[in-house]
């Protein structure tokens, strides 16, 4: 990946093994006063790992300090283990591969930086001939979901991961056009996780968010409209 300049005077590029104190730097800004609940912790030694394994962009500004990284991951553990939860087929598993983390300084967010990292993440899945995309995220990280979700991607199981925390788990698959159409059949209040996997269980998708009046968070699960009958 040659390096990329985006919106707000950021640039993109590879991260290397000599980024990953200042991108466990960001990660630690990040996280602060979140809970596992809400994100996973990650180590310094996991993100070294993440960027020798991996592909890991980087933002920086102008001068030079990074500012938001993101890990794409073909090949670790974590991706055995989404597949099996997804009970992926051989020839599927083939094309999989994870969203593997994302932090933004915070004084860099609501910039769209998510925005650009998913978008940077899912051409360089392409380049590796990786067309199913996967990722996990805490059904209270709104933030984190919204972006997803706004990028196409569906909700498609929901478990306990990384030590016993609620996680969703989306994907998305990149041969599918953003404008399918879902229609709404359940709309799920974001904070019972037990409705999530009953509706899930059902064999509906989460396809979008949407807010009451007295701002409270749904989820709303359905299937796919056919234009015309599938094959
Ligand atoms: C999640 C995170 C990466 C988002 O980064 P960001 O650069 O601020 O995200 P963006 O600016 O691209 O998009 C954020 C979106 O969330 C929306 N948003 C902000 N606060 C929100 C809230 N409380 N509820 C719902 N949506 C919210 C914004 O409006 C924006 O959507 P828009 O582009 O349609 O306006 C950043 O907050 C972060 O580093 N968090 C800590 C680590 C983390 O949670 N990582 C994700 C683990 S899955």
């Not at 000599?18 to 596992?36: E, I, K, Y």
């Not at 996973?40 to 070294?48: A, Q, T, Y």
């Amino acid at each position: 990946m040659r390096s990329v300049k985006i919106r707000n005077g950021i640039t993109l590029r590879l991260l290397d093994e000599s980024d990953a104190q200042a991108a466990f730097a960001v990660h630690s800004a990040a996280t602060t006063g979140l809970s596992g609940d809400i994100v996973r912790k990650d180590s310094l030694n996991f993100i070294r790992e993440q960027i020798n394994d991996g592909f890991v962009v980087g933002g920086f500004t102008e001068k030079k300090s990074l500012v938001a990284y993101a890990a794409l991951t073909a090949s670790n553990i974590a991706i055995h283990n989404i597949a099996d939860l997804l009970q992926l087929k051989l020839e599927i598993r083939k094309r999989f591969c994870l969203l593997d983390g994302v932090a933004v300084h915070p004084d860099w967010q609501l910039r769209g930086l998510h925005h650009a990292l998913i978008a940077e993440r899912l051409c360089y899945a392409r380049d590796l001939g990786k067309d199913i995309i996967g990722v996990t995220v805490s059904p209270r990280n709104l933030k984190s979901l919204k972006s997803l979700i706004d990028t196409g991607f569906l909700v498609v199981q929901a478990t306990f991961l990384y030590g016993g925390y609620e996680r969703l788990v989306l994907t998305r698959n990149l041969g599918n056009s953003l404008d399918t159409e879902y229609i709404c059949i359940k709309p799920v209040d974001i904070e019972r996780f037990d409705e999530i996997v009953e509706a899930i269980g059902s064999g509906f998708c989460g396809f979008e968010l949407s807010w009451d009046e007295q701002g409270k968070v749904f989820m709303n699960f359905g299937s796919r409209i056919y234009k015309t009958k599938p094959a």
